[in-house]
């Protein structure tokens, strides 16, 4: 099935905005992928084509991303989670849904699962951000070159868009929602996640990194570890191939 890239939210609900979208095959419990921290539906190219032909799958770009209109209100887990289910209804893509997540699009698949657990019946986390994790980061200094390009980036965006509507600038809104969701549902769990150090990250850092992708395990007693030594953050773009054959096994395992 072909669904045109672009898809322009009906005036009758304002809070939807325009957001650019692609469907790729057809079946039951659709794969729907949240993307990292303003990376594009595109980071997934490698990776689809490698998943089952017979399994619907829905990719999109958040606010502010590729084609989609920039953010009109702060992008808190429960603004793009409630703008993503809306989204999914209009295109009647029905649920349960099997989430899957890449690095802070962890925290949004977090949230959905929990707010929405009828919703949900499993969850693919690659590289995902654990909450914990974000707070925890905080103590490691990033390198001046680093800080110095994220500072940059950051003034250039505010002159064209309020950063305060930034996924990132009310992060710390988005994590006491998830604790206010409530327990995250029994369901099956896929964690994979890269063992490489990625260039200029602290090496204290990235244990730390490490020691809260295991901890991903405690969400539900149906998580499963996958670590990928050929991989760094990026495992769908590094290693597509060992990711696909996880994640193929992995669905044949949970009867989806």
Known sequence: MTTPEA????PKIPSVISVEFSLHG?????????????MPKSSWDKLIGLLPANRQMFLYNRAGVGLTLKAIAAQTAQHVVSD?????DQLNIKP????VAHSLGGIFANYFARQYPQEIAGVILLEA??????????QFSPPALLNWINNTVKSIEKIGNPYKYSEDEVIDESLL???????????????????????LVPAASFELHCKYQHALLQLSPLAEYHPLENSGHFPQLSDPDAVAAIINHWLETING
């Not at 898809?7 to 009906?10: F, G």
């Not at 057809?26 to 990292?36: A, D, I, Q, R, S």
């Not at 909450?131 to 905080?138: F, L």
């Not at 206010?180 to 369901?187: E, V």
């Open 7 to 10: 898809y322009i939210a009906p």
């Open 26 to 38: 057809e079946g039951k419990l659709p794969l729907v992928f949240l993307n990292g921290f303003r």
């Open 84 to 88: 993503l289910r809306r989204l999914l």
């Open 96 to 99: 349960p849904y099997i989430l």
């Open 129 to 138: 951000s654990h909450p914990e994790e974000i707070i925890a980061q905080r």
């Open 177 to 199: 929602q998830i604790t206010n969701a409530g327990s995250f549902p029994d369901i099956p769990v896929c964690i994979i996640s890269g063992t490489q150090k990625l260039p």
